[in-house]
């Protein structure tokens, strides 16, 4: 059971635009705390995409946009490509029980 | 050029030790706290700890506290984890991450190593 809850899977057609959810609580996303998302492809380790709620690294495109709302925070991506066929995961940290950096469960994106 | 360079996979039998390293190049290893994200065979990210090499201040998820030890040796930029009795249950694969700074409050992990997968079984 994950701190932050995001859907195990969502799928987009190329061209598409597709949103993943992440739902915290009042000791991390909801305490003010910012989110980063990170994009696994397969066989990979994670790389870093989104960082402090909105902000995008060197390299990535802007097709992949993030948000954060209250206790929720979103990832978007527009212009679905095949090469975003991934899993995507975010952190946040977390005020409580001293656990401190804390993911999502992950969501799997398929583009059809 | 920031790089994190994992040691290789390993196959260990239940009851021996382990010892697996990452070595940061690139940046001032002294500066930034390198953590330990373990994932199980088709599972999340899970934060296991953290450990700034300038001083040695080692923080440790509450679910890993006890079950290993984490430690750093500055003089060659090296990170380590380790373990002193491995269970079937610690096979997965271990990213080392590096926090970045960004001037916010959640720092994220902006650089990971290749991973290193440790296999434990009979």
């Known amino acids: 059971q994950s701190v932050l809850t995001q859907p195990p899977s969502v799928s987009g057609a190329p061209g598409q635009r597709v949103t993943i959810s992440c739902t915290g609580s009042s000791s991390n996303i909801g305490a003010g705390y910012d989110v980063h998302w990170y994009q696994q492809l397969p066989g990979t380790a994670p790389k870093l995409l989104i960082y402090?709620?909105?902000n995008r690294p060197s390299g990535v495109p802007d097709r992949f946009s993030g948000s954060k709302s209250g206790t929720s925070a979103s990832l978007a991506i527009t212009g679905l490509q095949a090469e975003d066929e991934a899993d995507y995961y975010c952190?946040?940290?977390?005020?409580?029980?001293?656990?401190?950096?804390?993911f999502g469960g992950g969501t799997k994106l398929t583009v059809l | 050029e920031v790089q994190l360079v994992q040691s290789g996979a390993e196959v260990k039998k239940p009851g021996e030790s382990l010892k697996i390293s990452c070595k940061g190049s690139g940046y001032s290893f002294t500066s930034y706290w390198i953590g330990w994200v373990r994932q199980m065979p088709g599972k999340g990210l899970e934060w296991m700890g953290i450990?700034?090499?300038?001083?040695?201040?080692?923080r440790y998820s509450p679910s890993f506290q006890g079950q290993v030890t984490i430690s750093a040796d500055k003089s060659i930029s090296t990170a380590y984890l380790q373990w002193s009795s491995l269970k079937a249950s610690d096979t997965a694969m271990y990213y080392c991450?590096?926090?970045?700074?960004?001037?916010?409050?959640?720092?994220?992990?902006?650089?990971w190593g290749q991973g290193t997968l440790v296999t434990v079984s009979s």
């Open positions: 450990i700034y090499p300038g001083d040695s201040d080692t």
């Open positions: 402090g709620n909105s």
């Open positions: 991450v590096r926090q970045g700074g960004y001037g916010g409050n959640s720092f994220p992990f902006d650089y």
């Open positions: 952190q946040s940290y977390d005020s409580s029980l001293s656990e401190f950096w804390v």
